[in-house]
């Protein structure tokens, strides 16, 4: 007689009992193609402004299809997104290439616009107003001023290799302001002269960035489109003993600047 091997793996079920299911593997939310096609464009954008496809050709589409798993629907959504930003153009039998450059303004050191760019070219500036104003309750306070003291406001066209860059917006307490006047601010950046006229280094600054859009008179001083984004910067720097000197409201082309900066958890 033959003695049947009733042994069972110990991974096995024992008979009557129920299986637990396995988990289901996760799977990729279902997204639109305008959700992925900007989720291309977000990747690409970077290429094109800081990395190995600055001033060149983009792969062709097809390239772009198999890197990003993507539809070639979804990446020509993709590529007519940054076509509309004037960041790429289309050229039928030619290809795409990219066309325009941002600069990058640093957020991590007070420096004026030319010790900024410095290595990207001339920065010149079109000074259009000066003078002494009584400003609002609101300037005067951000400035630590008495009520109805009068401030000297300069309002500049900043250039970057002859394009039009920013409109810069500019209150100064009158004692560091007036003598600020006789100096050459075509070729200067306040923050050089308002530390020689105070006798102390510039120490820290105050800084709101939000986007706006362009209102026509800005439209038309920065060369840009109505309506076109802008990155309007508000600053308010103080010499290093804290005393608020520079109050700024700035208004950049968002096509043509770029802001970063280094961020610590701790």
Known sequence: MTRRDDTRSATAPAPGTATAPAPPAAAEPRRTRADRARQVADVLRRQVLYGDLRSGALPAEAELVREFGASRNTVREALALLRAEGLIERCPGVGTHA???????????????????????EVANEVRTTGLLTPSREVSSRLRLPAGEQVVYIERIRRLNGLPLSLDLTYIPRDLGEPLLAEDLVRNDIFVLLERIAGRPLGRAEVTLEAVNADPHSAATLDAPRGAALLMLERLTHLSDGRPVDLEFIRFRGDRITMSGSMSRA
């Open 99 to 121: 066309v325009a450059e941002k600069y990058p303004h640093g957020l991590e050191r007070l420096l004026g616009l030319a010790e900024t760019l410095r290595e990207h070219g």
